[in-house]
Structures are given as structure tokens and as C-alpha cells.
């Protein structure tokens, strides 16, 4: 997560109207503060959603960042100008301040290193400064600033979208990259062997040269050197709603298959003996009302069904989750209550689905079927969750839900998120009408039959019969 100024203009000091972490997430003089300095209401949310990981700093806020600018006491810490999204970065929250928010969390620590203006040495020296036990110089100045025990920080990643030519601070060409990336890995990993490396894919998908051709060559060059890829994939808004429903989840499933297929036949064809994952570690739909929940549910299903490569996700601007008016405060919005659904309870093995509906087209692609469907399955708990968006704007669709394998037991409980106006924005006043509508639904010879709103999300619990 970055400090992002809405209002700023890129490379200038202004004031600018919202800091997505500056007076929203850290705030000392709020009486919502903790001793870290980190509103409490963002915290418990973090933990409600049961939040893994969030990467510090990332984005393109990354690129220009010294992350010795933001240790030891705050009143010595130099002011920067915040070359990636205008205004001035006083470097109050840092590394240890970061950390500390993980732990309050319950989250894992992941550090993206400054591949673009800064140097490889300084990359190696974050690695000491977190992770060496003790006398080196940054590993004793940790100490000093009231942290002896390494942090033990496991994932790195090696820059960010370093391939964003428009916008990116110290953008690389492929070959640049892939030599500073091998390079920065091997010295980090001359200060702690135990880390992994997350390697940038492709973020720029309008490049003229192929955002798929980068990611090739990255695989081929660092292949051999990182746990994980990265790509970033925010969701293609469109004034058409099927377009935005259809054609953009399309868009958003195609660049993870065509990534994984990439993975695949490099691994293979390098003979790479270390498994490559993939890292959707920046993510998101934008907007204040309905149209920016179903793409994020789509989103986590496409997740789910390529839950064999996909294996770390960071949602972008995590406190948008939890939504707010500026005079009367936090409430939580349908997005979060959707988040919520998919990351407390699709935990275990994503299982296959059959989907068979009607289906829509749009001027690019054809036959999308109206329902988008994904299911998981915790061997823990022997209880399934099957996720349904209904991308049919005007129409419910009745569906019969049938298991093939195990067999269902009791009854299955539903969850829906809907709205009867798409474009009506989100309201503190109505936050009570967002919480989920929970009901009951007959299981009958190993089915269940429900029909699904409009433009709805729900899931559905079913508990299996042990074996």
C-alpha cells in the first residue's frame, strides 16, 4: 500500500484533498488512534476480513522511495517531495511503523524494493536492516530504534510495474531489468538466503511491444530466481453495463490464463525445478456504488478457478474497503460485506464447477454465460461454498445446484448482496440495508434449487456428510 494524493500533482507540493494512508489510515491525533498511530476501526476491519498480507510500500509511490528516509525518530526524518503523486511524504510511517501494522492485523509483512531510481546496495541493506539477527551496522541500528529481533521478512518484491514506460519512475526494458533484478537478488540473498522473490510481469497491457512478450522475457531471464510473478489487473469500467459485466471479466480472467499458460511453457521449456506462482498484487474496481461490487466478486472467482497458480493477491486502496462520509464517519458498504464473504470463508481447495445457463455477447467477445460461478472446499470443516454472480441486469436466473462428488447434508445457507439502483452511491444511512440477506434453502436428493436476482452476488453454504 502507497501513500496516494489524490489531489496532488505528479512532482510538485501541493496539499492535496485525501492521502489514502496520511489522515485516513494513520492518524495519530485521531482519538481513534492506537499507540502506533493507526486508527483502530481500520484494524478491526483489516482483521474482520481476515486480511493475509499488505506489502509495504508498492505502487509507483515505490520507485522513487528511500526506504531510509522513513526509520529512526519521526522528528529526524527528512521530508520528500512524492515524486509519483505530488505533495510531501514527512516519512512518519515506515518500515517499522509498517510492521507494527501487520502485527496489529494479523497480517504478513511482504517489502517491495526500489528497483527504479534507487540501487541494488540499498535494496541488500533492507534485507539487513529487517531480517539480520545482529552486529552489522543496520541490523544494530534496528535495534536501536526499539526492534532487537529481526523482523524475518519472507517476500520481496523486486520493483514494481517496472515496465510502465508512461508513468513509471526508472523504467527498465526487459533486458534492464531482468540484469538489476538478478543482480539485487543475488546480493539480497547474500544477507538472507530464506527469502523468495516476487518478479514483475507486465502492468502496462497497452504496450506496443506486447504485454505478454515482457512477461515471456522476464520468465526466460529471472525464471530461475523468483517463488513469484507479478501482474497488476484493475477492472476496464464501460457506460454499458454488459461490457463492463461481460467483456471486462473476460479481459481480467484471459490475462491470468494467458500468464499461468506463460509460466507453464517457460517452466517447462527452461526446465525450471522451482514451481512459479502468480502474484495479483494490485487489484481492484473502483466507485461508490454497485457497479464496482459484481466486478470485485468476479474477480475473486476468476482467483478461485485458477487457484492452482494464483497464489497471492493485494486489493488496491485496502481502505476504500471500508467506505466513509466525511461528517458522520466509517460505515461498511456492500463492497466490504462481499470482500468479507469471499476471504473468511472460501479458504481450503477451489473445486471445479459445470455451469450451464444462458449466455450474453458483446462486440468483442461472445457467448459469456450470465452466471460466473466459483466454489471452494475446506476439508476442515466439510462445508462448501458455492459464489454466484448473476450478470443478467433485469432477470433472475433459477438454477438447480447438483453435487457429484460427496453428499450434501442438512440445509444450505444463502447470502445475498444486491441493490435495486446500480448507480445509487453508497450511504451511511443505509449501511444497516447492506448487511448480506441470509435465508434458508431445502437440499433433496443431493440438490438444491435457488434463483439468483439480478444483478446479485450470493453464496451458498453446504455442509458434505463426512466420509
Not at 103 to 115: F, M, P, R
Amino acid at each position: 500500500m502507497e501513500p496516494i494524493q489524490i489531489s496532488g500533482r505528479r512532482g510538485l507540493p501541493d496539499s492535496p484533498v485525501l492521502n489514502t494512508l496520511y489522515g485516513t489510515l494513520y492518524d495519530p491525533a485521531s482519538p481513534l488512534a492506537d499507540e502506533n498511530g493507526f486508527k483502530k476501526n481500520y484494524i478491526e476491519a483489516f482483521r474482520e476480513l481476515k486480511v493475509t498480507n499488505i506489502r509495504w510500500p508498492g505502487g509507483n509511490f515505490l520507485m522513487a522511495y528511500n526506504w531510509q528516509d522513513g526509520i529512526g525518530p519521526k522528528n529526524q526524518r527528512p521530508a520528500r517531495i512524492n515524486m509519483a503523486w505530488g505533495g510531501i511524504d514527512n516519512n512518519h510511517v515506515g518500515t517499522d511503523e509498517w510492521f507494527a501494522l501487520n502485527k496489529s492485523v494479523g497480517s504478513e509483512n511482504i517489502v517491495a524494493v526500489n528497483l527504479g531510481l534507487a540501487t541494488i546496495q540499498d535494496a541488500a541493506y533492507w534485507v539487513e536492516y529487517c531480517n539480520y539477527p545482529k552486529g552489522t551496522y543496520y541490523s544494530d541500528l534496528r535495534a536501536k530504534y526499539g526492534h532487537s529481533a529481526p523482523y524475518k521478512v519472507k517476500i520481496w518484491d523486486l520493483g514494481n510495474e517496472v515496465d510502465g514506460k508512461p508513468w513509471e519512475l526508472g523504467h527498465k526494458n526487459a533486458e534492464d531489468y531482468i540484469e538489476i533484478a538478478r543482480e539485487a537478488a543475488k546480493a539480497m540473498k547474500a544477507v538472507d538466503n530464506n527469502i523468495d522473490f516476487v518478479a514483475c510481469g507486465s502492468s502496462w497491457y497497452s504496450n506496443p511491444n506486447g504485454w505478454d512478450e515482457w512477461n515471456r522475457k522476464i520468465l526466460n531471464g529471472l525464471g530461475d530466481r523468483i517463488k513469484y510473478l507479478s501482474i497488476h489487473s484493475y477492472w476496464e469500467n464501460s457506460p454499458d453495463y454488459y461490457t463492463q459485466m461481460g467483456a471486462s471479466a473476460r479481459i481480467f480472467d484471459d490475462r491470468i490464463k494467458i500468464t499461468a499458460g506463460e509460466i507453464n511453457a517457460v517452466s517447462n521449456t527452461q526446465g525450471f525445478k522451482n514451481p512459479i506462482y502468480l502474484s495479483v498484487d494490485e487489484w481492484g474496481a473502483f466507485g461508490g456504488n454497485f457497479m464496482s461490487v459484481l466486478p470485485v466478486a468476479q474477480s475473486f472467482n476468476s482467483f478461485i478457478r485458477h487457484a492452482d497458480v494464483v497464489k497471492m493477491g493485494n486489493f488496491t486502496l485496502l481502505t476504500s474497503l471500508l467506505s466513509n462520509d466525511p461528517k458522520k464517519g466509517n460505515f461498511k458498504s456492500p463492497l466490504f460485506h462481499t470482500f468479507k464473504l469471499f476471504s473468511t470463508n472460501c479458504r481450503g481447495n477451489a473445486i471445479d464447477t459445470y455451469v450451464q445457463c444462458d449466455t450474453f455477447s458483446t462486440e468483442k467477445y461472445k457467448g459469456i454465460p450470465y452466471l460466473d460461478v466459483s466454489a471452494t472446499y475446506s476439508r476442515e470443516t466439510n462445508t462448501a461454498y458455492v459464489n454466484v454472480v448473476n450478470r443478467h441486469k433485469d432477470k433472475a436466473i433459477a438454477t438447480d445446484i447438483t453435487g457429484i462428488s460427496g453428499e450434501f447434508t442438512g440445509k444450505a445457507e444463502v447470502s445475498v448482496v444486491t441493490t435495486r439502483d446500480l448507480q445509487e452511491a453508497f450511504t451511511f444511512d443505509k449501511q444497516n440495508d447492506y448487511i448480506p440477506v441470509k435465508t434458508d434453502v431445502e437440499i433433496k436428493n443431493n440438490k438444491l434449487s435457488y434463483s439468483f436476482p439480478p444483478h446479485s452476488f450470493t453464496q451458498i453454504r453446504i455442509e458434505l456428510k463426512k466420509r
